[in-house]
Nanobody
């Protein structure tokens, strides 16, 4: 069955770094656009970064540009999010998502999320 398993979350001080991973299985990872979303308490889920399945182009939310880097390893069916210069406002549950349009129909999967807390 399809699985997306995030790992790497935790507690970090402001200015610190964390690296998140999302291991995929049960589908052809290389065919899917991969994204990281986050949801803070009381807020809507928002897109943090994504990376295409074709040429590896990336896109970032303005709030994380220059601090976060998304990457993927198709051989390992894994997407990563390197987070540097973390701020308290980055505190959220981080989710990975796989998405594609196949024969005009959307196909998407979500992971269960990993908590990131930025606090002194």
């Amino acid at each position: 069955q399809v699985q997306l398993v995030e790992s790497g979350g935790g507690l970090v001080q402001p200015g610190g770094s964390l690296s998140l991973s999302c291991a995929a299985s049960g589908f052809t990872f290389s065919n899917y656009r991969m994204s990281w979303y986050r949801q803070a308490p009381g807020k809507e889920r928002e897109l943090v970064a994504d990376i295409t399945s074709t040429d590896g182009s990336t896109n970032y939310a303005d709030s994380v540009k220059g601090r976060f880097t998304i990457s993927r390893d198709n051989a390992k069916s894994t997407v990563y999010l390197q987070m540097n210069s973390l701020k308290p406002e980055d505190t959220a549950v981080y989710y990975c998502r796989a998405f594609r349009i196949y024969r005009t129909k959307p196909e998407g999967y979500w992971g269960q999320g990993t908590q990131v807390t930025v606090s002194s």
